[in-house]
């Protein structure tokens, strides 16, 4: 495996579900990020982790919760979502936090929530 | 705080036609300045990136994009527009020093036509 990958590519789950989604990058990063991609609304940043540290978290709800194990290992634990949490959500790695550095996405994990 | 601007959601050209994306920024610092590519199903890919140095940054797939301090604009062009260019295309810019993911602008979907 190469680049970042992300499992499952597709998930349907039921309101009352618990999931998660898994994202692993093979490039040496320290840096990972969630993002929300739903249709006809800008990227949305969720979470981010640098060097296993959570740096930021974008006033996301508690239904999801983010864990990085280590800094090629992220996961976005959910439980208890919403019909409006159907979304692409993507996965970024990146050499580190710093500013200079561009994203690596994974393919996306297309949540539809019934 | 940074912000990206993209006009125009849809751009639609001809195949054989010039490209032209634009992308304006506002940064309270000197920006690094990104473009990705999504195609249907999949992650964001970068095509080019400018931090320092040359203005005019050539990437992936014969695109290229000129940083303009004085009109704070990183348009995105390509000469030739070929099929295979039909996707969503993403400006972004590096946020602040301490406050490091990069900020998104709402994507351009870009249609050639035959």
């Known amino acids: 495996e190469t680049g970042v990958t992300q499992t499952p590519r597709h998930l349907v789950m039921g309101m009352t579900n618990k999931k998660s989604l898994k994202c692993e990058q093979h490039l040496g990063h320290n840096a990972m990020y969630w993002y929300k991609q739903s249709a006809k609304k800008p990227l949305e940043l969720m979470f981010v982790y640098n060097f296993k540290e959570q740096t930021e978290n974008n006033s996301v709800p508690s239904r999801f919760s983010p864990e990085c194990p280590n800094s090629s290992h992220l996961f976005l634990h959910l439980h208890t979502l919403q019909p409006e949490d159907s979304a692409l959500y993507l996965c970024a790695s990146s050499q580190d936090g710093d500013r200079g550095y561009e994203q690596y996405f994974g393919p996306g994990t297309r949540l539809t929530v019934t | 705080a940074q912000s990206v601007t993209q006009l125009g959601s849809h751009v639609s050209v001809s195949e054989g036609a010039l490209v032209l994306l634009r992308c304006n920024y506002s940064?309270?610092?000197?920006?690094?300045l990104f473009w990705y590519v999504q195609y249907p199903n999949q992650g964001l890919q970068l095509l080019l990136k400018y931090t320092t140095g040359a203005t005019l940054v050539k990437g992936i797939n014969g695109f290229e994009a000129e940083f303009k301090k004085s009109e704070t604009s990183f348009h995105l062009t390509k000469p030739s527009a070929h099929m295979s260019d039909a996707a969503e295309y993403f400006c972004a810019v590096s946020g602040s020093p301490g406050n490091t993911p990069l900020v998104f602008g709402k994507g351009t979907r870009l249609s050639v036509i035959a």
């Open positions: 940064s309270s610092v000197p920006p690094y």
